[in-house]
């Protein structure tokens, strides 16, 4: 294939976007996180702050268009009531992600990428889960966040129902359902070059088809 697209869906504290960030070194290929709100952004003309007010989507609400709140791709207009909806957010950052998909090699975390690029339209996609145990996690959360122990806890709890919401009401999936990816990696057990290992291992050989 010209180009290999990897996709990482991850839980917090599981170390899914370092390991993101240092494939996208070793394979020399871009990465991508926040910067897909920038150009969608910069696509749509709508500030980048309402982009990340979806980004911290937590709570379920009544979806605005579609079965269940699932993704359709359509886009709507500027002079739409709605064109600053969740939804059209959400469109709007997933036009992005297929665009990059279409253009170039590169990793793209989260975002509901795996769900958005599907198989049958992106035979290109590698779309990765990574997890790991929830002490694992615990550790991992406490090098980066000043809270105590219970504060860690709650944190982890949130972040996992906030893509868990997330995922459901944009396309209608479950975040953890292993159906919806080619690998699930947990670096509780495999360590971060572990997963790097299985990862590139995968990428190489459907470059090659």
Same mark, same amino acid.
């Given at each position: 294939?010209?180009?290999?697209?990897?996709?990482?869906? =991850?839980? #917090?504290?599981?170390?899914?976007?370092?390991?993101?960030?240092?494939?996208?070194?070793?394979?020399?290929?871009?990465?991508?996180?926040?910067?897909?709100?920038?150009? /969608?952004?910069? +696509?749509?003309?709508?500030?980048?702050t309402l982009f990340g007010r979806v980004d911290e989507y937590t709570s379920a609400k009544p979806p605005l268009f579609g079965k269940a709140g699932v993704y359709t791709g359509e886009l709507l207009p500027?002079?739409?009531?709605?064109?600053?909806?969740?939804?059209?957010?959400?469109?709007?950052? /997933?036009?992005?992600?297929?665009?990059?998909?279409?253009?170039?090699?590169?990793?793209?975390?989260?975002?509901?990428?795996?769900?958005?690029?599907?198989?049958? +339209?992106?035979?290109?996609?590698? =779309?990765? #889960?990574?997890?790991?145990?929830?002490?694992?996690?615990?550790?991992? /959360?406490?090098?980066?966040?000043?809270?105590?122990?219970?504060?860690?806890?709650?944190?982890?709890?949130?972040? +996992?129902? =906030?893509?868990?919401?997330?995922?459901?009401?944009?396309?209608?999936?479950?975040?953890?359902?292993?159906?919806?990816?080619?690998?699930?990696?947990?670096?509780?057990?495999?360590?971060y070059d572990g997963c790097i290992e299985e990862i590139e291992k995968a990428y190489r050989t459907m470059a090659e088809k």
């Amino acid at each position: 294939m010209d180009r290999v697209v990897i996709t990482i869906a =991850r839980e #917090y504290g599981s170390g899914g976007r370092t390991i993101g960030e240092m494939l996208s070194k070793k394979l020399g290929i871009p990465y991508y996180d926040k910067d897909i709100i920038r150009l /969608a952004s910069e +696509d749509s003309g709508i500030h980048e702050t309402l982009f990340g007010r979806v980004d911290e989507y937590t709570s379920a609400k009544p979806p605005l268009f579609g079965k269940a709140g699932v993704y359709t791709g359509e886009l709507l207009p500027p002079q739409s009531k709605a064109f600053t909806s969740d939804e059209n957010l959400f469109t709007y950052q /997933a036009k992005i992600i297929k665009e990059l998909a279409e253009k170039e090699s590169c990793v793209i975390i989260g975002r509901c990428a795996n769900l958005i690029l599907k198989p049958e +339209d992106y035979p290109n996609v590698l =779309r990765v #889960y990574v997890h790991a145990s929830w002490n694992f996690r615990m550790q991992e /959360a406490a090098k980066k966040l000043s809270k105590t122990t219970r504060e860690i806890e709650k944190f982890l709890q949130k972040d +996992d129902k =906030r893509k868990k919401e997330y995922t459901r009401r944009f396309t209608g999936k479950e975040w953890t359902d292993p159906a919806n990816y080619d690998l699930c990696l947990d670096t509780s057990i495999l360590g971060y070059d572990g997963c790097i290992e299985e990862i590139e291992k995968a990428y190489r050989t459907m470059a090659e088809k």
